[in-house]
């Protein structure tokens, strides 16, 4: 005998009260936002949508670390008493091309146990690899 479940469908409406991202749009949006979020050292508050939950939460972006090559920023939940127990996100992206190069935070996969896992990841782009393989035979 098979069982079926019937889940209602829950449905929420959002009203957009100034920059309402989700998902990958936050990458996205440090990318197009990327001069003015390393221009202003202070915290820009976002609304980050989490359709799982069906609901909208209030964060900040700032800039935690600048070099001549990259920038550095962190992602966290806007009241400091989620922060306490909320992974927050570090993302760090090449200055010149805007391109992502490290991400640590929560994953979208969650664990076997519906646990939200912590990930690092780092990237790395066939024309960096390119360049530094002609470094390498120049050297030699």
């Not at 079926?4 to 929420?12: L, N």
């Not at 990318?31 to 390393?38: G, P, V």
């Not at 009241?79 to 190069?101: C, Q």
Request: hydrophobic residues 35%.
């Amino acid at each position: 005998r098979k069982k079926t479940c019937k889940k209602k469908k829950q449905t929420q409406e959002f009203v957009n009260q100034g920059e309402m991202i989700a998902g990958q749009g936050l990458l996205n949006y440090i990318r197009i936002n990327f001069d003015r979020l390393i221009a202003n050292p202070k915290k820009t508050q976002v609304q980050f949508l989490m359709p799982q939950n069906l609901d909208v939460y209030n964060f900040q972006i700032f800039r935690k670390n600048l070099t001549d090559k990259d920038a550095t920023f962190h992602v966290q939940f806007d009241n400091w008493l989620i922060r306490l127990v909320a992974p927050k996100i570090v993302v760090t992206f090449d200055r010149l091309k805007k391109r992502l190069r490290t991400y640590k935070g929560p994953s979208n996969l969650s664990s076997l146990k519906r646990k939200i896992r912590t990930v690092e990841i780092r990237y790395s782009y066939d024309d960096e690899r390119k360049v530094a393989d002609r470094a390498l035979s120049s050297d030699i």
